[in-house]
């Protein structure tokens, strides 16, 4: 079993709509959260951190965590073509330093 | 000011050849990272260096891979006689002079190497 698991996708929404993603992980060891959005044949890109549980918004972008339940997610608002891409979720353990742990990631495609 | 910056972009190697990847971290930052990314997969964590060493190399691959980041110049992903299944996007990413849990890692564009 992978240590994070995210659906591949891919995720297809009509231009305007919600984009909800989410992972699940088995280590309880995990305190920081982040979100990265990787556009094809690119880096990925740091769009939301966060530290343990809770949420954070950052205009369109919603990120919430939930330890208990080993959940976090990721909502896009008002969904734009441009924000077509894999979405990776990634987390690490401060005991583990700064190694990042990343989901398989999801794509989204997003519709006009 | 420039990102991650990765070179080559694109690299043919036959197999038993030698594949060397190079990063250059955002201006100062001392904290280099490599990710390696095989098809349809999530990244996997390979190494963290900070200048002169090597502080946790528990994702790299025993035998044939080794990484440095010297006091001057880019940090180095070495393969030795790479196999088919060294095809993958390799990236670096590199992280503020704190280089603590919290520091955001920024990702650089990969070098996509392929073994024919």
């Known amino acids: 079993q992978k240590e994070v698991e995210q659906d591949p996708g891919p995720l297809s929404v009509p231009e305007g709509a919600i984009v909800s993603l989410n992972c699940t992980y088995s280590n309880s060891a995990f305190q920081y959260f982040m979100w990265y959005r990787q556009y094809s044949r690119k880096g990925p890109e740091l769009l939301m951190y966060?530290?343990?549980?809770g949420n954070k918004e950052d205009g369109r972008f919603t990120a919430q965590v939930d330890k208990s339940s080993k959940y976090i997610s990721l909502f896009i608002r008002d969904s734009q073509p441009s924000d077509s891409a894999t979405y990776l979720c990634a987390m690490s353990a401060r005991a583990a330093g700064n190694k990042l742990t990343f989901g398989g990631g999801t794509r989204v495609l997003v519709k006009p | 000011n420039a990102g991650v910056m990765q070179n080559p972009r694109h690299l043919v190697r036959r197999r038993g050849q030698e594949a060397r990847l190079r990063c250059s971290p955002m201006k100062g930052h001392s904290h280099v990272y490599w990710y390696r990314q095989l098809p349809e997969e999530g990244l996997k964590f390979m190494v963290y260096l900070q200048k002169e060493n090597i502080i946790d190399e528990s994702g790299m691959p025993k035998e044939r891979f080794s990484a440095e980041f010297p006091k001057e110049g880019p940090s180095i992903l070495r393969i030795q006689q790479v196999v088919r299944g060294d095809s993958a996007a390799y990236f670096c990413?590199?992280?503020?002079?704190?280089?603590?849990?919290?520091?955001?890692?920024?990702f650089g564009p990969g070098t996509r190497l392929t073994v024919l």
């Open positions: 966060t530290y343990s549980s």
């Open positions: 990413a590199s992280s503020s002079q704190e280089g603590g849990p919290t520091d955001t890692q920024y």
